[in-house]
Protein backbone atom coordinates (compact mmCIF):
# COMPACT_ATOMS: atom_id res chain seq x y z
CA UNK A 1 0.00 0.00 0.00
CA UNK A 2 1.42 3.08 -1.21
CA UNK A 3 1.37 6.04 1.92
CA UNK A 4 0.45 9.42 1.66
CA UNK A 5 3.32 11.22 2.80
CA UNK A 6 2.34 15.00 1.95
CA UNK A 7 -1.20 14.34 3.37
CA UNK A 8 0.16 13.49 6.68
CA UNK A 9 2.60 16.46 6.53
CA UNK A 10 -0.20 19.32 5.61
CA UNK A 11 -1.45 17.43 8.73
CA UNK A 12 1.24 17.39 10.64
CA UNK A 13 2.07 21.26 10.25
CA UNK A 14 -1.40 22.03 11.15
CA UNK A 15 -1.09 20.00 14.37
CA UNK A 16 1.90 22.09 14.95
CA UNK A 17 0.76 25.78 14.20
CA UNK A 18 -2.97 25.29 15.34
CA UNK A 19 -3.72 22.71 17.85
CA UNK A 20 -3.40 23.39 21.59
CA UNK A 21 -2.35 20.98 23.86
CA UNK A 22 -5.10 19.23 25.69
CA UNK A 23 -4.33 17.81 29.16
CA UNK A 24 -3.19 13.90 29.63
CA UNK A 25 -2.11 11.77 32.31
CA UNK A 26 -0.28 8.28 32.45
CA UNK A 27 -2.90 5.51 31.87
CA UNK A 28 -5.29 7.12 29.76
CA UNK A 29 -6.05 5.91 25.99
CA UNK A 30 -6.47 8.47 23.50
CA UNK A 31 -6.71 8.40 19.24
CA UNK A 32 -3.58 10.30 18.75
CA UNK A 33 -2.19 11.48 15.27
CA UNK A 34 0.53 9.41 14.93
CA UNK A 35 1.10 9.97 11.12
CA UNK A 36 2.12 8.07 7.88
CA UNK A 37 5.68 6.61 8.98
CA UNK A 38 8.61 4.22 7.39
CA UNK A 39 8.22 0.59 7.02
CA UNK A 40 6.99 -0.95 9.77
CA UNK A 41 6.17 1.76 12.32
CA UNK A 42 2.93 1.86 13.43
CA UNK A 43 0.66 4.52 11.35
CA UNK A 44 -2.28 6.33 12.12
CA UNK A 45 -5.44 5.35 9.98
CA UNK A 46 -8.08 7.58 7.94
CA UNK A 47 -7.46 11.35 7.10
CA UNK A 48 -6.68 11.78 10.43
CA UNK A 49 -3.61 9.75 10.53
CA UNK A 50 -5.05 8.07 14.48
CA UNK A 51 -4.67 5.44 16.32
CA UNK A 52 -5.00 4.85 20.26
CA UNK A 53 -2.38 5.26 22.26
CA UNK A 54 -1.77 4.38 25.88
CA UNK A 55 -0.34 7.32 28.06
CA UNK A 56 2.69 5.00 29.46
CA UNK A 57 5.19 7.92 30.91
CA UNK A 58 4.31 11.57 31.29
CA UNK A 59 7.17 13.49 31.58
CA UNK A 60 5.60 17.16 31.67
CA UNK A 61 2.64 18.87 30.06
CA UNK A 62 4.12 18.68 26.72
CA UNK A 63 5.63 15.04 25.76
CA UNK A 64 4.87 11.36 26.91
CA UNK A 65 5.73 7.84 25.94
CA UNK A 66 2.75 6.65 24.13
CA UNK A 67 2.57 3.07 23.63
CA UNK A 68 0.64 2.63 20.21
CA UNK A 69 -2.55 -0.33 20.67
CA UNK A 70 -3.81 -2.44 18.02
CA UNK A 71 -6.88 -4.92 17.83
CA UNK A 72 -5.06 -7.73 16.84
CA UNK A 73 -4.28 -10.15 19.68
CA UNK A 74 -0.50 -11.88 18.78
CA UNK A 75 -0.79 -15.53 20.43
CA UNK A 76 2.22 -16.56 19.01
CA UNK A 77 4.97 -17.21 21.80
CA UNK A 78 7.79 -16.39 20.14
CA UNK A 79 6.50 -12.77 19.59
CA UNK A 80 4.38 -12.90 22.91
CA UNK A 81 7.15 -10.39 24.81
CA UNK A 82 6.12 -7.83 22.32
CA UNK A 83 2.65 -7.11 23.29
CA UNK A 84 0.78 -6.74 26.41
CA UNK A 85 -3.01 -7.25 26.95
CA UNK A 86 -5.10 -3.86 27.40
CA UNK A 87 -8.19 -3.45 29.66
CA UNK A 88 -10.34 -0.95 28.62
CA UNK A 89 -13.77 -1.98 30.19
CA UNK A 90 -15.72 -1.90 27.23
CA UNK A 91 -15.27 -5.94 26.31
CA UNK A 92 -12.92 -4.91 23.19
CA UNK A 93 -9.82 -7.10 23.25
CA UNK A 94 -6.72 -4.54 22.41
CA UNK A 95 -2.59 -5.43 22.50
CA UNK A 96 -0.11 -2.41 23.49
CA UNK A 97 2.60 -2.65 21.11
CA UNK A 98 5.50 -2.46 23.52
CA UNK A 99 8.27 -2.31 21.16
CA UNK A 100 6.45 0.85 19.17
CA UNK A 101 7.19 2.91 22.12
CA UNK A 102 7.89 6.42 21.39
CA UNK A 103 8.24 10.15 22.88
CA UNK A 104 5.25 11.86 21.68
CA UNK A 105 3.86 15.70 22.13
CA UNK A 106 0.19 16.25 23.26
CA UNK A 107 -0.21 18.49 19.98
CA UNK A 108 -1.06 15.11 18.36
CA UNK A 109 -3.58 14.07 20.68
CA UNK A 110 -7.03 13.86 19.48
CA UNK A 111 -10.00 12.15 21.94
CA UNK A 112 -9.76 10.56 25.01
CA UNK A 113 -10.84 7.24 24.80
CA UNK A 114 -10.57 5.94 28.94
CA UNK A 115 -8.74 4.71 31.09
CA UNK A 116 -7.23 1.35 31.93
CA UNK A 117 -6.93 -0.19 35.82
CA UNK A 118 -4.00 0.55 37.54
CA UNK A 119 -3.32 -3.70 37.53
CA UNK A 120 -3.49 -3.39 33.92
CA UNK A 121 -0.72 -0.43 33.94
CA UNK A 122 1.93 -2.29 36.61
CA UNK A 123 1.03 -5.30 34.10
CA UNK A 124 2.23 -3.33 31.16
CA UNK A 125 5.12 -1.09 32.93
CA UNK A 126 6.45 -4.77 33.96
CA UNK A 127 6.40 -6.32 30.37
CA UNK A 128 8.07 -2.76 29.12
CA UNK A 129 11.26 -3.73 31.67
CA UNK A 130 11.15 -7.26 30.33
CA UNK A 131 11.56 -6.01 26.89
CA UNK A 132 14.07 -3.65 27.87
CA UNK A 133 16.13 -6.80 29.51
CA UNK A 134 16.21 -9.02 26.74
Not at 87 to 106: K, Y
Request: aromatic letters at 12%; glycine letters at 6%.
Amino acid sequence: MKKDFKKWHTRKERLNDDKPRVFFHEREVWWCSLGANIGFEQDGKGGKFARPVLIFKKFNNEIFWALPLSLQIKSRKETAHFYALVELEDGIARTAILSQLRLIDGKRLLTKVGMINEKNYTEIQKAVIRLCSI
